[in-house]
Structures are given as structure tokens and as C-alpha cells.
């Protein structure tokens, strides 16, 4: 790392990204007017698209001031963290460019280079991004190093591999052995050395000395953060609900992305007094709440405002989601006396490397704590963990709750694979359901 | 034109036939999902694995339960148990391959109420360390205490024996692929692949003569026909091997997840502790799409395996909608261009037959070889 390199990015960091923030926030201060059907926005947005920002923007001036690690959104950050490691995270970087309905035009770029259309949109969004250089946000540095965790997917493997054949770097990887029914000592055992056996290579990588002190300090950053975070989801079971789940979709940035840094759990600190100001308020995200429901699976980026503004026409709120509750579900587990089983616990056993009557039982317990009315499940072409199960889960919560459940196909960011008309005659019928069953009771 | 079957036929037993024969004898027949487990084990413990990788006929059942965009072979798989077949006696077992198994193992357990017992097998992604190979050797002992009546695991004297076996069959194996390899095997393409896949229901001790009898097979003279290597999942239809067959094109080497990635490159011998045979030689398997392997490894491992056979081509058969193979192959393919090197790739669903269209760009392929061996 160089001196030059260094005194930029600290120079960027604390003054010249502010500045320029500031000066694009005067040139972009229009915006669309609310649709009637949605209570007073958030304040807190703001916020988050000025850290995001100048997270991306930051990003720019790392060659040459610090190490940059792609790293996927379930893999034990706080290490890197503790290495001064500044992080990227293509999945989030794929949301944002779903979410600008450019998912299509980038995974084209990937699919022209050999890549299939039956692979993850995320990851054919991040290889077109790799190939082309184009991102919405701006420029991306190239990363150093590359770390990966398969207790989301397995694809996240695979997928860096193959980055990590394209750019000759190095690949860590921190394999999460599959809960099939539960964690066992050998499986946490194994996952504590992992983790404990990166830090030599950590070390040569970024020529800096681990520091346990550090370390922790990180770990318990990332531990508030992640249950504000939690708390902040939990204040969706009032009535009204003081966001909804298309805003928690976007306020979760921080906490995949931003986890272990003071920004996140400041940030998270402002958005809780917020939320909790509008629930004494009785501020609702809606105008007018009647329904309550829950969203399964991952956002579908490109159709978030309109699948908001759809519900919210008809006083249906989503008030938890499972996606959302993934970066607070297992945080309890996070001890900083015991570093390393407590993050072979809490990242070993998040939703989507746990078992689907683990899973079951967790929606049971969400539709019961959340009132909740009605279920959408988002089956995605480009999350197999997330979607194998749910045709049964629909079936068997659906029954066993007695509540309308819809499943709609459609993708995480590729927007060719949004059939509008479809999907819109079967979201109509399933509210119809909502009302006539909240009608009956 | 005449087929090599002709001059010494191979008797290789019928799946079907052989698996409810084994049954009515009392064997314990185990339902195996693809694609890595330790299969001395389930020896050991009485059963016969029985794999289930592509079984045939219509996806009726499993429709309701899986979405279009699911692979078929998980959903061949979930077909047949939802069938509940009887020959099935003591439960399935998932070993962890990719999310689609993974979560199908979840499903049929945890929400299809499965009648039968459900095992789950994890192997290790991460590269060999120790770490890595204590929790291999714990899981080995974890899924012997599940499978034993009295929840404890075999002593090491009760499986020596079937590693011993597995490594006499494992020899063999080695030996036929070697004259594979060379060309020296007079077996067309379509019973060669019969015979290697017959490991996948045949009692060790069946396989293990079967393997016998086809080295009876060997001849001591190259065959004339060009050789080319087999990458994927499985190997194509009967259709695109008889044509193989009949344009005299031999596939002397295989890079298959149900084929050559299940077993070490160079055979091992079992001394000592069984449980550390049994790690050592899942550590020294090839290179494979499902793992953690690096892609310039899974490069380096392919060109050692055209070296060795003097391969004039890569036929990638690709099952639609598998991510890792998917994902791999793109650099894999790119490799070989640089090399000039010809490739072709076959997408399929697993359908019985095979498409005209996939049997057009075979008969291209196999021009375009004729004609680079001519120049």
C-alpha cells in the first residue's frame, strides 16, 4: 500500500466524498410525487442512499490505500474486517442493478461471453459487470481477494471460482456444512478451525498482524448492529406497521454489506428510534392498513415499487419476510469471548443452509408473531436453496394456518422472467382471498 | 456395420432384474442419491446402495413439488420416491452435492413425511486440511452410528474387509480404464458404459467379477477408431453412443460425476485404520465442478486425461439447469479454444432418446474430428 494511495483515500473518505455527495443531492432533488396509498416515507432513506453512496464512491479510491475483497452476503465479514479489508458484495451490487432494470442488459453481456441463462442472475449481472466494467455505480475496483461462504448456496461457489480464474486471485472459502437436522460439534468444531486457519492467509495477503482486540471489537459491532436490526424488523408487528418489507428490502443494505463497521450500527441506531417514534405516532407505511402478510424468498429488485404500491392499494402490508430476518435470526449466537464457535454457530445455521422443517417452523412462528393475513412466495429461477420446498411449504402452512398463499415465478434480477400479466391475475385472486377470508372471521 | 458386442458378448445384469432378485433374497437395499458417498461403509453395515441418478420413465409426481427450472435429475430422483418403491428397504441417502440435492433431502424428509429413513451425508467442500479431514473422518463415524441398530460404530475389523474389497474393485477398475484409455478394450462405447455404470446397483462382490470378466476384454492391439473424452454428469443416450460407435469414435476416458470423479486416479491400498482409507481416498479423488477445486486444477486434470489417451476431442454432456457443471464449463471450453482443441456440448433433460437435433451437432462433431485427423 502506498503513501499517495493512502493520503487520497483518507482525504476521499472524510472530505471528498462528502462534498460530492452534496453537490449531486442539489442536482437531484425532484422527485416523483407519493402515491396516496403509502404513509409519510421514511426519513431514514436519506441516509441510507447517502452511506451507500459513498460506500460505492469511496470504493474508487481504494487501489493503492487498502485491499479489496469481493465477498458474498452470508460469509463471516468480521474477519476481513479485523484485516482493514474494504469489502464489495456482488450480490448487493446485482440487487442495485436489478433493482435500476438493467439486470437483463448485464447478464446478456455474461450470457454473450458463454455463461448460461439457466444461472443465477446474480451472478451472470456480476460477470457482465466483470467483463464490461459497466455498473450504475460508477466504477468498482477489481478485488484482491475473494471470500466466499456456501451457507447461502452453493452457486456462490461456483460462481467465484470462476472469478477467481478470470482475475488469477486468491479464493477463500468458508464451507458451512448443511444443517439437516442439527448442527452437530464436529460440524462447528470444523468451521471454528477454518475460520481460525484464514488468518495466516489473511495475514500474508494484507501483510498486516491479526489483533484479537480488534477482532472482537468488530464482532460486537456487527452483533448491535445485527440486533438493532432485528429489533427494527420486530417493530412491524404494531398496527399500523411503521414500514413495510419493500422498504426493509433496501434498509438491509447496511447490515449485508456494511456489518462490523460503526456506520451500520449507527445507522441502524437512527432507524430504530425512527420506526419506533411512527409506531407511537401510529404512523403506518400505509395509508391505511387492513391486511398483514408475509414475503417469502428474496426481493424481486426490479418490481419492488410496483409490487409495493399493487399491495398497498389494497391495504395489504407486508410486515416480515423471511429474507429480511436472515442477518437477524441467529446474532444470539455471536459471543466475542468465544470468537470462533460462536460464528461457526451464527453463520452455519441461517435459514438458508438449515433444513426446511427448520424453515417451517420459523414462518409458522412469524405469521403467528406478525398477524399476518396472507403469504407471497417468490419462487426464483436463480435461488434453488430458497425455492426447492416451497410448492409444500405453501401447502402445509396454507393448511395448517388457514391463510391464502400465493406462489408467483418470476426472478431475483433478470426482468425477462417477469410475466406481468400472469403474475397480475394471480396476485388479484389471492387478495381476493385475503379479503373474503378476513371478511369471514 | 458390425458392432465389437458381437465377438465376445458381456453379460451385464439388468438394474431392474438384478435389484429385485437382491431383494427377494433379503438384501437391504438402499436408495442413493448422487453423487459422493462412502460406499465400503454401507457395505459394511449390510446394505446395498442402489443409485439413483436418472431413473426412467414420465415426471408425473414430482411436478407438484419441484419448479421447471429444477434439474432432472432431482427430479427423476423425487419421482421414484414418491413411487415408493418396495425394492427400497432401508431408506435413502443424500450425500451433499449442490442445493438441489441438498434442499431435496430436506423436503422429502421434513415435509413429504417420507415412510422410509432419510440420511443426509455431508462431504467437506473446503480443501484438505486437517480440519477438513477430521470432519470427513467424523461424518464417516456419524453416519455408521446412524445406520447401526445400536448406534455405534463399526469396529475397524469389521471394515477392513469392504475396503479391501473396494480396493480390489477400485484396481480393477483402474486396470480396464487404462486399457480404455489406450484403446485396448474391445467394448463399443454403449456396453462399456453399461459396465461402468453397473457399480452403481451390483453387490461389491458381483461388481468386483464383472470387473474380472471384462478384462477379458482387453486385446492386445490398438483399436483403430479416434479416440474423444466424455465430460458431464452422465453419459449421453444409447442413440449418440451407438452412433459414436458406428462412425468409429471411442470414448476411452471419462470426466463424469457418476463415472471416473468418484474414483482416485491412482488406486489406494488400505493399511491400517479403514476410517483414514476411506478419508484418503475421498481427498484424492479428481477434480470436480461440485467441489471446491480450483478451475485451473480441473484445466490441468483434463489435459492430464487427453494427454494419457491421446483424445482428439471433448464431448461435454451437460443435464439442464445443473449449476455447477453450468458454470465451469464456460471456462473449460474457453481453454480448449485456445488450444484449438474441439469441443462439443450437449444439453440435455434426461429424456430416454435423445433429440435429433443434439444427434445432428453429433454427427457435425464427429466430421469435424474425421476431417482434423485427415489434415
Redesign the interface.
Known sequence: MSLAGNLKYLFMKDLGTPALLGLQNIKKRSSRPPDQSFGPALKSNQRLKAILSKHYLLARYTPGAKKVAWVTSGAPVELLRAFDIYTIYPENHSALVGAKKLGAAYCSIAEGAGFSQDLCSYARIDLGHLFSGKTPAGKLPKPDLLFCSNNICQTVLYWYKVIAHELSIPLIHFDTPFVAQEQTEHDIQYMAQQLQDMIPVLEQITGKAFNLKSFETILKRSQTSSQTWGKILESMKSRPAPMTIFDAFGHLAPIVSLRGLPVAEHYYDVLLKEVLTRVDQGVGAISDERYRLIWDNIAVWYQVRHLATFFARRKMNFVTATYTNAWAETTGYLDVKDPWTSMAKTYGQIILNNNLKHRQQLMQRMIQDFDVDGMVMHSTRSCKPYSIGQYDLRKILSTELAIPAVIIDADIADERIWSGEQIQTRLEAFCESVEDRSYAH | MTGPDQIAPLIIPDRGEYLKTKAGEGVHIMGVLPALYPRELLWAHGILPAEIWDPPGEIVQAN???????CGV?KRGLEFILHESDLITSGYL?P?T???L??????V????DSQKPIY?F?N????N????T??YL??LK?LSRELSPDSTELSPEELIPFCELGAEIDQLRAEIMAARAADHLELSNKTFRRLMRAEEYLLPQDHYALLHTAQNHIIPIRKTGLPILLSGILAPQDEILDLLDNEGISIVADDLLSGSRRYPMIPLQPQGDPWEYLSDRYFRLPPC??Q?N???QRIEHLEQLISNTQAQGVLFNIV??C??E??????L??HFRQCGFPTLKLETELEAHSSGQNLTRVEAFIEMLKERAIS
Open positions: 407438484a413439488h419441484l419448479q421447471a427450472s429444477i432431482v443424500f451433499h449442490c442445493d438441489s441438498q434442499n431435496l433431502g430436506s423436503q424428509k421434513d415435509l413429504l443426509s455431508y467437506p467442500k473446503a480443501a486440511t486437517p480440519a477438513t477430521t470432519f467424523e461424518s456419524g465442478s461440485t471446491a480450483s478451475l485451473h439442464k439447469f449449476e455447477p453450468l458454470f465451469d464449463h464456460k471456462s471450453v474457453n
